[in-house]
């Protein structure tokens, strides 16, 4: 038996809850791991709360990221003892995810945990930082260099704005951050913006173009604001797309692309392939300051998740949310 947020559809309603779980129902898999650390994502709380569609079948576990030790595995690469990484690959939607103790999983979704970070650092990470990684590779990609400009970073308390941020200052590039909560710019500062701007400038619809300003930028947001930052982007910048906490609409025209040339590059983390996420996590453990990941980071037991849940959607968790399930 272990321990694990499990939830539940049936006559009864939606519901989850901490339950003991039976090794016997855990699904299929050819690696099972003893989960040490999982997080809590914007995609978890809709999942746990039942305020998006987000499980595709029940009952399930929720949690798109986990760290842990191979207690048994039948693939080549892992054998008992190696610590390794998940990200994605629908755990938590369609098959058992990391908020829990135990995890059956298809070895081909794990990377081994890099050297460099301890497995509650790499949760701090999670999801939201390795998305983040993918938008500044995206830049580097569309040949987005620190001379170019500056870059705007939309939730940037949140994780992934969090992690964009401060690989961005390090790496030499001037960070604009946007944030809905005037509390926390000295937060986002902290971890090298220049400047923070109210979301307030953003969400609302605007003109299809408005002043040229940002060379790229990253957004986690979508609908009004995703529109506006790329209204906003100069010419030839480059704009990543990762997110839809603000909707997932996109009411633009084609104005910046066909006369600024602007870019938009969407990034997903969940189906991305393999050798894309070694890259991530190899420059995660080069660009990323130790240091300010422990200004990103809060830990919570397993216990707690639920309740956490309903604040981060209600946007009032900062930074990134580590869950130890075994406390």
């Known amino acids: 038996m272990f321990k694990g947020i499990l939830i539940e559809k049936d006559e009864a309603g939606y519901r989850a809850a901490v339950r003991d779980i039976d090794d016997a129902q855990l699904p299929e898999g050819d690696v099972t791991v003893r989960v040490s650390h999982s997080t ?163 969400s609302s619809a605007g003109k299809p173009l408005g002043r040229e300003r940002w060379a790229g930028a990253v957004d986690v947001v979508g609908s009004h604001t995703l529109a506006n930052v790329c209204a906003t982007t100069s010419y030839r910048g480059v704009v990543t797309a990762c997110g839809l906490a603000g909707g997932m609409d996109f009411p633009s025209s084609v104005a910046p692309f066909i006369l600024r040339g602007v870019t938009l590059a969407g990034v997903d983390s969940v189906m991305c392939p393999r050798p894309d996420r070694l890259v991530a996590w190899q420059r995660l453990g080069q660009d990323l300051d130790l240091a300010k990941l422990g200004l990103i980071t809060n830990e919570i037991g397993l216990g707690e998740a639920i309740a956490v849940a309903s604040q981060l959607l209600e946007g009032k968790v900062r930074g990134r949310v580590v869950v130890d399930v075994n406390r």
Request: aromatic share 6%; with cysteine; hydrophobic share 40%.
């Open 40 to 202: 809590l994502n914007y995609k978890d709380a809709l999942a746990i709360t039942g305020k998006g569609p987000v499980v595709r079948k029940f009952p399930m576990v929720p949690g798109v990221d986990l760290v842990g030790t191979v207690e048994a595995s039948s693939h080549s690469a892992y054998k008992p003892g190696d610590s390794v990484v998940l990200n994605g690959w629908g755990v938590g939607e369609v098959h058992w995810g990391g908020l829990a103790q135990k995890a059956r999983l298809n070895g081909e979704w794990l990377v081994p945990l890099p050297a460099q970070f301890t497995p509650q650092q790499a949760m701090a990470i999670g999801t939201a930082g390795y998305t983040a990684m993918l938008c500044v590779l995206a830049l580097e990609r569309h040949g987005v260099t620190p001379d170019k400009g500056e870059i705007l970073v939309t939730g940037a308390a949140g994780g992934v704005g969090s992690v964009a941020v401060s690989v961005l200052s390090k790496l030499g590039y001037t960070v604009v951050g946007v944030s809905g909560r005037p509390e926390e710019s000295d937060y986002v500062k902290s971890l090298g913006a220049s400047e923070v701007l109210d979301r307030s400038l953003f």
